[in-house]
């Protein structure tokens, strides 16, 4: 099977159609006029993030209790994912930090988390489900289920999620529920 080559053709079709587009777009509306021919976007990069690095920063955040008291939470994304800002253009990913004792406030979201427990342990309530977890471990919190993180141990809790939400943002259907 022969690879097809990506080639774009809009300036040439622009070009004699221009007066026919400028009647249609407006400072929000733009026309593609020849799609199928478009180049792909700008290709992600692959990343490292240096966790040496990012526990500072979560320390300071629930340290200040801006957010919540005791509770940090960062999201990385990519410049190259455009409006999508996630990692890539359907994930994001991301770590919480949990003081000894604290909760997190209960919410909920209509994207799905798959979290990895970097440190400490507790329990996560999702839905109706009381589940506990340490070090290691790996949990899930389906869309719209409202749940909560509770860091039951001695030490600061880290948990690392990975999220759907760079589909929803780009789906223009990305919601939070606190």
Known sequence: ??????????????????????Q???????????MEYTNPPEKVKPKLIKFEKVLPLLERIAESGKIQNGVAKIMFFSPSTCRNRGLTPTMMA??????PGIATK?????????????????????????????????????????????????DDCILFDVTDSGLLESLGILEFRE
Not at 1 to 22: A, F, H, N, W
Not at 94 to 99: E, V
Not at 131 to 138: F, Q, S, T
């Open 94 to 99: 991301g770590f919480q930090l949990i003081k």
């Open 1 to 22: 099977m022969e690879v097809l080559k990506r080639v774009d053709k809009q300036d040439v079709l622009k070009g004699e159609v221009e007066e026919l587009v400028k």
């Open 106 to 154: 209960p919410h909920s979201h209509n994207m799905a988390s798959i979290y990895l427990v970097f440190r400490g342990r507790g329990y996560s309530v999702i839905g109706k489900e009381k589940i506990e977890w340490k070090a290691g471990d790996v949990f899930v919190v389906p869309a719209n289920e409202i749940h909560y993180h509770v860091n039951t141990g001695d």
């Open 24 to 34: 249609i777009e407006q400072d929000d509306l733009k026309v593609v006029t020849f």
